[in-house]
């Protein structure tokens, strides 16, 4: 049995190269399973979790395109193999793969064979994959990347606009050498001259070929990003969902850049004018730009098919030989969260100094339930209460020494607390104005809150999560960088833009958020097909009950209606 599998394995592209060892593994892990005629062996949309051989029968693939086209694709004979970005990526199958005649299946689990990659991993480059699954597999992995988010490409400037930009620091160098050697002095303080000034151009390199690796343009599966890193000065992350995508305008100026093909590509989304993600000098935009649509087409078939599925099953429920009615179940919500219990009065003594702590020192990101609350870092903090804090320490101060000179203490003490008075609430104020301004994000909108202090007036705005097109981040200056705050820009299409200013941790603000973008698209999907599911059933269901009305009451058949013809043959009988 195992030396059969053996050289199944062996027959295929993938597999051809291992080591009768390795087969040997990779067969103790394989299944055979038998399909009947008829049955399906995924759907399009389905989460990948393996490969598969087939090794008797016949399989039909077919497709449904963005426009919810289903065509046939190919129809695959014994000794097919299929799945491996779905065994190699854990992707997605973009097809579905219907048995046409009785057919038996070699399965390769994902699960069983990751586990024996880490044990034997010299397997791994030994496995002749696919170019571009190959491509893929080798693709960094960022820390804002969801689990099942992978990375189609990333791409820099093209090599000749980084050449372009080297040329001017490297005459610079030649000319410093050219100049050093002309002189051909060997001094001590020529050489340290020398030196000096050919380091000015070599730190110049240096930093245009750090600037180059951090500036990316990436490609998943679900978005397109701009990641820009500029060392020590700023750090901006430019992103939208695929499925938000309305046009992307190719352009290539001069004849440097026709010759060696790169130019920009400008996305656009439905979103407020300006909030465009832009590839710039990249190699081969053309191609960019289809495979950019490709993946965004991609995802819309995938939507298409999972309606059709959802349709299909939802039929074959109601209207199915066993002439069973079913419904779906449900989503059950967990019971209204009730008000909060607050402490006893006996314990509010002991707490007191807590919640004091805790109004003094917020927490900037807080979650409760579905919604995550942030404020602004304390950064934002240091400017406005800095005047109060200044005016009451000077004044504390001067008591302090008048104190020490004089012997008025009971005037001074009166007076101090009489400017206290006034400089306490006005410190309070601004502490307060500080930390009644909060972002919020739920599981369907986005919130901006201004509140001024003490409820004297609030400004709230809210959009759907829906109506965002595009999420950007920026962290300016070195200061940003090391106490990791920054800015957050959402693009809504009709709200406007919403910034969330001076927020801890951006990057973990922008994932978040994209997080709930997606989850919310998937509910409102799942929804609107729900919806348009039970429409398209109650029309089968009256068209069942038209054609069987026995079934529903004890008479006889419905007649039909009365053709055109008939109608006029009986007005004219009757006048």
């Not at 302090?400 to 001074?412: E, N, V």
Request: charged share 25%; aromatic share 8%; with cysteine.
């Amino acid at each position: 049995m195992t030396d059969r599998v053996v050289h199944q394995l062996r027959q295929t592209r993938l597999f051809s190269a291992l080591q009768y060892g390795d087969l040997e593994a990779i067969a103790e892990l394989a299944h055979q399973e038998p399909y009947p005629r008829g049955a399906l062996v995924f759907r399009q949309g389905d989460p990948g979790t393996g490969c598969y051989l087939l090794l008797s029968g016949e399989l039909r693939v077919v497709r449904v395109d963005p426009r919810g086209i289903k065509r046939e694709v190919d129809r695959l004979e014994p000794g097919a193999f299929f799945g491996e970005s779905s065994l190699l990526l854990g992707e997605r199958h973009d097809a579905t793969v219907e048995v046409t005649r009785d057919a038996e299946l070699l399965i390769i689990e994902k699960g069983n064979f990751d586990p024996l990659l880490e044990d034997r991993p010299w397997i791994r480059k030994d496995l002749r994959m696919a170019r571009d699954v190959e491509r893929r597999r080798r693709a960094p992995r960022f820390d804002w990347q969801e689990p099942d988010e992978a990375v189609i490409f990333v791409l820099r400037k093209h090599g000749v606009v980084f050449a372009r930009r080297l040329i001017f620091p490297w005459a610079l160098l030649f000319l410093i050498l050219a100049a050093h050697f002309y002189v051909g002095s060997t001094a001590l303080p020529a050489l340290i001259l020398g030196g000096v000034l050919s380091a000015i151009p070599l730190l110049v390199i240096a930093y245009y070929v750090v600037d180059h690796l951090n500036d990316k343009y990436i490609l998943t599966n679900k978005r397109v990003i701009h990641d820009e890193h500029v060392y020590l000065i700023r750090r901006s992350r430019v992103g939208a969902p695929l499925t938000n995508i309305q046009s992307i305008q190719q352009v290539q100026e001069g004849v440097l850049a026709k010759t060696f093909d790169f130019g920009n590509l400008l996305i656009e989304t439905a979103g407020e004018p300006g909030g465009l993600v832009e590839f710039r000098q990249i190699p081969h935009p053309v191609d960019v730009q289809e495979r950019i649509f490709r993946q965004r087409d991609r995802l819309e078939a995938q939507v298409r098919a999972e309606e059709r599925a959802a349709i299909q099953d939802a039929l074959h429920r109601r209207l199915g030989p066993q002439g069973s009615e079913t419904t779906e179940p449900e989503l059950q919500e967990g019971p209204a969260p009730g008000p909060e219990d607050g402490p006893s009065d006996g314990w509010w003594e002991v707490l007191a100094p807590v919640n004091v702590l805790r109004y003094f020192f917020p927490a900037l990101r807080h979650e409760e339930g579905d919604t995550i609350t942030w404020r602004k870092h304390w950064v934002a903090l240091l400017g406005p209460i800095a005047r109060p804090t200044a005016a009451i320490a000077i004044v504390t101060l001067l008591v302090a020494w008048l104190l020490s000179r004089d012997g008025h203490t009971a005037s001074l003490l009166l007076s101090y607390g009489i400017v206290l008075m006034f400089l306490v609430p006005w410190w309070l104020w601004v502490f307060e104005d500080w930390q009644n301004d909060v972002y919020q994000v739920t599981s369907s909108r986005i919130i901006d809150i201004e509140q001024r202090p003490f409820g004297l007036r609030e400004e709230r705005r809210e959009a759907s999560l829906g109506m965002i097109q595009n999420v950007s981040l920026t962290v300016s200056g070195l200061i940003g960088r090391v106490l990791g705050y920054g800015s957050v820009t959402i693009e809504t299409a009709g709200a406007g833009a919403f910034t969330f200013d001076h927020v801890k941790n951006p990057e973990g603000v922008q994932t978040e958020i994209f997080r709930r973008i997606e989850r919310f698209e998937e509910t409102e999907r799942r929804e609107r097909a729900r919806r348009r599911r039970d429409e398209l059933l109650d029309w089968f269901t009256v068209y069942d009950q038209m054609r069987h009305p026995d079934a529903e009451r004890g008479g006889g058949p419905i007649p039909a209606p009365p053709s055109r013809r008939e109608s006029r043959s009986d007005m004219s009988s009757q006048s």
